[in-house]
């Protein structure tokens, strides 16, 4: 009995032993734990990239495309009849001709000899009522004198003298004069037609013509167009047309997209006052001289441009993208993230200008963010650059600061 009494001991001691050894392990690890939950966890600090705005004056400049064109395309269409005794070059595509010269000439000998005729019967009718006029008025008489021996059946018939009495007027129209006369003239238009000269230096497109060949009336000829003095028709909308300055001649810088390293310069002349319907906007004519004929500029091409315009003060230039729907973009304030609403005057390109309406030097967000919370810790990853006058590449620009 005494035996069993110490083994009961033993094991009730042994029992003991262990929940005692347990119970302070298990004390020892929650007080670990508890002075582990003590450490605080950092926040979280996203990386982004920033760039500070300033603001100074800017000169817009609206951008705009269009084909050349040229400012005088004339159509010639034959109003004479007959075998062509002279054309230029065969009228082949592409030849030049000066102003003044002759391009193509039609035989006229039939027209010339009727206008002859014309002429002699033109002279006789008024040789035959000067002895009735020195009558009644020699004023009048000498008058119609000196018309008739300065005459010249060669020469274009001159106009008639002044008419000063009705007597004068009826003896003349009882001669058949005036009916002659204005024959003459019409017979002279009609000898101009066989002839045409070049109003204007420029080039010519055609199908072309062989000398004598025959030339009907009607028959197409050829096309004349100056290639030297040429226009854009530039489409713009309404807001971008408000950014120009229309009380001086606005400049235009003209380039070719296939090579922007060639550049002319231009001006808007005139505008259209009628809105497009369909795309809303209007047409503003950039005219220029292509004095060397370059390439790029000749009609038929497809250019871009940039058309001075107006001057804005204590403006500067933001990416377009950081801006949202609502005019707000996120800054950087302190390390935390924030959102500042900003006035948009105008989008050019990839780039929105902005009044000066929010504090000097905030520095803009650019890194665009999944699930921005304002307030959140952020970093920037980058210093800030000085805009350069051009407009920059948003993915390198640093800093955006506004230049004339």
Known sequence: MRNLNKSTWIKIASTLGIVIIGFLIMS??????????????PPEVRLVKTESVNFGDLTLEIEGNGVVQSQRT?????????????????????????????????DSREVENTLFTLRSEFMNGLAAVLPDIKVEDVDAYNRWYNYFINLDIHKTTPELPEILSSQEKIKLSGRGVFSK???????????????????FSGYLNSQGIIEGSFISKGQQLFYLSDAKNVEIAVPLLVDEINLIDFSKTPTVKIYSNKNKE????????????????N???????????NKNLNPYFLPGNYISLQISGK?????????????DNEQNVFTMEDGKLGK?????????????????????????????????????????????????????????????????
């Not at 020892?28 to 605080?40: A, I, V």
């Not at 159509?75 to 010269?101: H, I, Q």
């Not at 003239?185 to 070049?198: C, P, R």
């Not at 795309?279 to 001289?289: G, H, K, R």
Request: glycine share 4%; charged share 25%.
């Open 28 to 41: 020892s690890l929650g007080s670990t734990e508890k002075q582990s939950n003590k450490h605080e966890i």
């Open 74 to 106: 004339l159509n010639y269409v034959s109003e004479a009849t007959g075998v062509s005794l002279f054309a230029k070059n065969d009228l082949k595509d592409g030849t030049f001709v000066r102003k003044g010269e002759t391009i193509i000439k039609v």
């Open 181 to 199: 006369y204005y024959a003459v003239k019409n017979q002279e238009i009609l000898l101009s037609k066989y002839i045409i000269v070049a109003p």
């Open 262 to 277: 060639e550049v002319l310069r231009g001006k808007i002349y005139r505008k259209e006052t009628i809105l497009n319907r």
């Open 279 to 289: 795309s809303q906007t209007l047409n503003v004519y950039v005219t220029f001289y």
């Open 311 to 323: 001057k804005l003060f204590d403006v500067a230039r933001i990416p377009r993208y950081v801006v």
């Open 340 to 404: 500042q609403k900003v006035d948009v005057i105008t989008i050019q390109g990839n780039v929105a200008i902005i009044k000066h309406t929010v504090p000097d030097n905030m520095k803009i967000v650019t890194t665009i963010l999944q699930r921005p919370l304002i307030g959140m810790n952020i970093k920037s990853s980058n210093e800030s650059l000085e805009l350069k006058e051009e407009i920059p590449d948003i993915e390198d620009s640093g800093q955006l600061s506004q230049a004339d």
